[in-house]
């Protein structure tokens, strides 16, 4: 079945530092979306992905989808300590297909002070 | 935005007992909720797809006799964990479609699971 691989599992940076995480494919999704979630709580939507190349901001977030739709990143700049929390790439199946989404395996942010 | 709540946030049962936990939209109509289980430091993993007056689709090596899935409204779907054991503690999450808004996925805020 699908699987999303996601990278780094588990990051420990300083304060102010920039962040990369990325998540491949062996399939080709619809929509790739990325969720925070906090201990004890459910994800929430960061940044969703709708075309191939797509360059997509939010505050201080930055994803792009790949061309082959495989694969996709996301850069957090100037990292505060609210941004702990793991990090899940998703990829959605077409709308025909369920919809459903695959999550990666997560990227667990620490940052110190 | 759109918000998805569950109910309990969490329940503590005995072994043998069944428990509901219940998934509602509450400002937009879900055709679809999914529901999915995460035991700590992992992923979420897709449980079952919850069709609204239909039956419910499975994930491959879900039992569907043990984790019944009940969507009679647009805006709730439950999911009865039926003769629970300590195996099946665990944080369960629901999400819901919002359709005819780019089919944008809204998570709820999960409950936690516990079996004694």
């Not at chain 1, 929430?44 to 739709?69: P, W």
Request: aromatic residues 10%; contains cysteine.
């Amino acid at each position: 079945g699908q699987q999303l691989n996601q990278s780094p599992q588990s990051m420990f940076i300083q304060e102010g530092e920039d962040v990369s995480m990325n998540c491949t494919s062996s399939s080709i999704f619809n929509t790739w979306l990325w969720y925070k979630q906090d201990p004890g709580e459910g994800p929430v939507l960061l940044i969703a992905l709708y075309k191939a190349g797509e360059l997509t901001s939010n505050g201080r977030l930055t994803a792009q989808f790949g061309i082959t739709r495989k694969d996709s990143f996301l850069n957090i700049s100037a990292s505060i300590p609210s941004d702990v929390g793991i990090y899940f790439c998703a990829g959605q199946l077409l709308y025909n297909q369920g919809g459903k989404l695959i999550f990666g395996q997560g990227t667990e942010l620490s940052v110190k002070p | 935005g759109a918000v998805v709540s569950q109910h309990p946030s969490w329940v503590i049962c005995k072994s043998g007992t069944s428990v509901k936990i219940e998934c509602r939209s509450l400002d937009f109509q879900a055709t679809t909720m999914f529901w999915y289980r995460q035991f700590p430091k992992q992923s979420l993993m897709l449980m079952a797809t919850s069709n609204e007056g239909s039956k419910a689709t499975y994930e491959q090596g879900v039992e569907k006799d043990k984790f019944l899935i009940n969507h009679a409204s647009l805006t709730l779907s439950t999911l009865t964990v039926t003769s629970a054991h300590p195996e099946d503690s665990s944080f369960y999450i629901c999400s819901a479609r919002a359709e005819g808004s780019g089919n944008t996925i809204y998570f709820g805020e999960g409950s936690w699971l516990t079996v004694v």
